[in-house]
């Protein structure tokens, strides 16, 4: 018997492939490739628990479900219960082709507010092609039996019970299999984080959800300065040369004059000449020299052309409502 597992590589998901493996059941571990999550997390499960590591890329569904996930978003721009629903849905069409018989997850009812409640856990079987083929060995026993447990490919009573928000039965199991190295929950999804959801939002009113503008969005500062064009200035040198990394054939790069120290800028979109002077002026913020102070920004534009645009140097104030 050999099943799927959703290996996202946190404790959970490491305890449910232990549990049917002890069963006598193979297991293949399958994550998900998004811009906002990747599959670091679960490459290190996967060699830990000597498995085979599926890693499958749906960006495309996953930007097509964002536009308007049925059961909304979190805290942030995380839309969990539509999330796993669309991983199962997923992985559910990827059974045949893998040799495997069903799928089994690291939910635990009432773990997380949104997509682990039971109803939460049943919302997301609605998504999923075949509910009956998802079997959630960590708390089993507390929901109806899965076509897995009927047919008696896994044995019912030796799967477990576990609900709520403790982690300590987790422990104590990750304990008793030896399991030592294994990630704090619910890190590693940028859609959870804030900061980056808020830049995400203004990216979907504005631009709509673009891969490389997604990229952007993990580096620098951004200021949204009319509705199609946005300024990026990096916070160090290594975000200063990923940002010229990853300039587009479009795109503006800012640079302080010679002589003054600064970091590097990214202007995106279609900046006529008053968008210009507001970036420099942002910019030259950012560069070392006194509030008050004039100096010229270096403009690098597309077809290999150069300017300098003066600005003067505001103060934090000056540019508060630009950032976002
Ligand atoms: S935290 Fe991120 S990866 Fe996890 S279910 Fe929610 S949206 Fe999906």
Request: net charge positive.
């Amino acid at each position: 018997m050999r099943c799927l597992a959703l290996l996202s590589g946190g404790l959970d998901s490491i305890l449910a492939v232990k549990v049917v493996q002890a069963q006598g059941v193979e297991v293949t571990g399958l994550c998900f490739v998004t811009p906002f999550f990747g599959p670091g997390a679960a490459r290190k499960a996967a060699k830990q628990l000597g498995i085979t590591l599926i890693e499958h890329d749906f960006t495309d569904a996953y930007f097509e479900m964002m536009k308007a996930p049925r059961y909304g978003f979190g805290g942030n721009m995380n839309p969990c219960i539509d999330c796993h629903g669309l991983m199962m849905k997923t992985a559910h069409g990827m059974l045949d082709r893998h040799g495997a018989s069903f799928l089994i997850t690291g939910e635990v009812l009432g773990e997380r507010p949104m997509s682990q409640t039971r109803s939460g856990l049943n919302a997301v079987l609605k998504l999923a092609a075949d509910r009956d083929l998802v079997l959630r060995p960590l708390s089993a026993k507390l929901l109806d039996p899965t076509k897995p447990e009927r047919e008696g490919w896994v044995d019912r009573e030796k799967l477990l019970g576990l609900s709520g928000r403790g982690r300590k039965p987790q422990e104590e199991l990750a304990r008793q299999y030896g399991i030592a190295d294994y990630p704090q929950p619910a890190g590693g999804c940028l859609l959870t984080d804030v900061k980056f959801s808020r830049r995400l939002k203004d990216l979907l009113a504005h631009e709509g959800l673009v891969r490389h503008d997604i990229e952007l969005l993990k580096l620098g500062r951004h200021f949204r300065l009319d509705r199609r064009t946005k300024l990026v200035v990096g916070r160090n040198q290594s975000e200063n040369e990923r940002l010229l990394a990853a300039r587009l054939a479009g795109d503006i790069v800012l640079r302080p004059p010679l002589e003054v120290k600064g970091p590097v800028g990214l202007l995106r979109g279609p900046a006529g000449e008053q968008t210009r002077s507001l970036a420099a002026m942002i910019f030259s913020r950012y560069c070392d020299r006194a509030a008050g102070q004039q100096l010229a920004v270096n403009f690098s534009l597309p077809a290999g052309e150069r300017a300098e645009i003066g600005a003067v140097k505001p103060d934090d104030d000056g540019i508060a409502r630009w950032m976002i």
